[in-house]
């Protein structure tokens, strides 16, 4: 158990629809990351936090947003949802962020647009 | 820019057999580090090791080896003695200490199968 908890673990949803998806850190971890696991394009860096400040951009789609909250969880939330965006969400977190700092990823929460 | 690459998309060896995975990375940066995960058909994405770039020394730990090599920019890793419970996806990392991009980047994976 990595100590990262992820919600839902499964969603389904219709095209067009929004969604949001939690994350817990592991305890005393102050950076989050997320990461889009499909088919086609592998593990894609979406975002990254770190202690409530955004540190990181990947390719993120402006259809989708992220914050984290004062007591470090994170949420992402993912609106006007395309079939395109069913993949396997993983939050990930670290001690400090830094790039020396391995991740240490949730479950993954499977969002199937439909 | 920074880029992993994992040319072995498949791999599937009989159990017991030896299996290296590949990995060969792109980076400008002189400081960085490798890592590698596990991600078994449950799901979940497991951290094994982290290298820094400053640190050839190869790394055994039981039935796993590093294999770390600046001068060919690859990292890779092998399993001695393979099991069933070594399938899975693995997957090598990227991460680069500028602090503008502390991202780390994932190739695209090697599905391990291991046939008993």
């Known amino acids: 158990d990595s100590g990262v908890t992820q919600t839902p673990k499964h969603l389904i949803t219709a095209t067009g629809q929004r969604v949001t998806l939690r994350c817990s850190p592991r305890?005393?971890?102050?950076?989050v990351y997320w990461y889009q696991q499909s088919l086609d394009q592998g593990l894609q860096f979406l975002i990254q936090?770190?202690?409530?400040?955004?540190?990181a951009k990947g390719n993120i789609l402006e259809r989708f947003s992220a914050q984290q909250f004062p007591d470090l969880h994170s949420e992402l939330n993912l609106s006007s949802l395309e079939l395109g965006d069913s993949a396997l969400y993983f939050c990930?977190?670290?001690?400090?962020?830094?790039?020396?700092?391995?991740?240490?990823f949730g479950n993954g929460t499977r969002l199937t647009v439909t | 820019a920074q880029k992993v690459t994992q040319a072995q998309t498949e791999i599937s060896v009989v159990e017991k057999e030896d299996v290296t995975l590949d990995c060969v990375y792109e980076t400008r940066d002189t400081t960085y580090y490798l890592f590698w995960y596990k991600q078994p058909p449950s799901g979940e994405l497991v951290f094994l090791i982290r290298r820094n770039s400053f640190d050839e020394q190869n790394e055994i730990s039981g039935r796993y080896s590093w294999n770390f090599q600046k001068s060919t920019s690859s990292f890779n890793f092998t399993i001695t003695a393979s099991q069933v419970v070594d399938s899975a996806v693995y997957f090598c990392?990227?991460?680069?200490?500028?602090?503008?991009?502390?991202?780390?980047?994932f190739g695209s994976g090697t599905r391990l199968s291991i046939r008993p």
């Open positions: 990930a977190s670290s001690e400090q962020g830094s790039y020396n700092s391995p991740l240490h």
């Open positions: 936090y770190y202690n409530g400040e955004e540190r």
């Open positions: 305890s005393g971890d102050l950076s």
């Open positions: 990392a990227l991460s680069e200490a500028d602090s503008s991009a502390s991202k780390i980047i």
